[in-house]
């Protein structure tokens, strides 16, 4: 299993731009999550997905942050417009619904830096 | 909502020595997982040790063990004969069993290991 894949693993934009993160979750897992790390705020959750629906947004931090999750395999959470204070690392995590006792599989983190 | 406090910021430990990491977090559930993360430099979440709360019996995972105060809603990490790779970022975090499926993570306790 090649684990949950975030892409890309760094990102440097400019203030205004739009910004795309992807993160592919490990097959058959039923949950996906987003969270944000920043050295202030730690680790907060941005949103998570039950079977490609959303289930909690209230972690989005304001409308210029969007996520979505078309299908089982592929998620992507957008800013537009982007703003130096997104600066941050981007993790997806999966789950699957029962079994692995609770765990998340984290991605390796999309590093963003915004001009 | 659940909180998670790590009171540490950061630790320092003597390399083969043993180090203590604290967590404490409040909720109102019965039933719930605690688990432990590291973090090393790669920023890779790695999952160290879980504990499920309905287990009185203390979690361990060889030279890591956890001492969890259910009571006292308190689950500490215990780190025996430290390695220098084991200097890391290290956070404590719940999850509910329950409708609201989310990781809850503390802010982090920054460990260093010295040779």
């Known amino acids: 299993d090649a684990g949950v894949i975030q892409s890309p693993r760094h990102e440097v934009t400019e203030m205004g731009q739009e910004v795309t993160l992807r993160c592919k979750p490990i097959?058959?897992?039923?949950?996906l999550f987003w969270y944000r790390q920043t050295m202030m705020r730690g680790l907060e959750l941005l949103i998570y997905?039950?079977?490609?629906?959303?289930?909690?947004d209230s972690g989005m931090p304001e409308d210029r942050f969007s996520a979505k999750m078309p299908n089982a395999s592929f998620s992507t959470l957008k800013i537009q417009p982007s703003e130096p204070r997104d600066s941050a690392v981007y993790f997806c995590?999966?789950?699957?619904?029962?079994?692995?006792?609770?765990?998340?599989?984290f991605g390796s983190g999309t590093q963003l830096s915004v001009l | 909502a659940q909180t998670v406090t790590q009171s540490q910021p950061e630790m320092s430990v003597q390399e083969a020595e043993t180090v203590t990491l604290s967590c404490t977090y409040d909720?109102?559930?019965?039933?719930?997982?605690l688990f432990w993360y590291k973090q090393p430099p790669s920023r890779q979440m790695i999952l160290v040790i879980r504990?499920?709360?309905?287990?009185?019996q203390n979690a361990t995972e060889n030279r890591f063990s956890v001492n969890f105060q259910k009571a006292a809603k308190s689950f500490s990490l215990k780190i025996s004969d430290s390695q220098l790779g084991d200097a890391a970022m290290y956070f404590c975090?719940?999850?509910?069993?329950?409708?609201?499926?989310?990781?809850?993570f503390g802010k982090g306790t920054l460990l260093t290991v010295n040779p």
């Open positions: 995590a999966s789950s699957p619904q029962y079994s692995a006792r609770g765990k998340l599989f």
């Open positions: 097959s058959g897992h039923d949950y």
């Open positions: 997905f039950n079977n490609n629906v959303p289930i909690d």
């Open positions: 909720t109102s559930e019965s039933d719930y997982y």
């Open positions: 504990q499920e709360a309905y287990k009185q």
């Open positions: 975090a719940y999850r509910s069993l329950g409708s609201n499926y989310k990781l809850t």
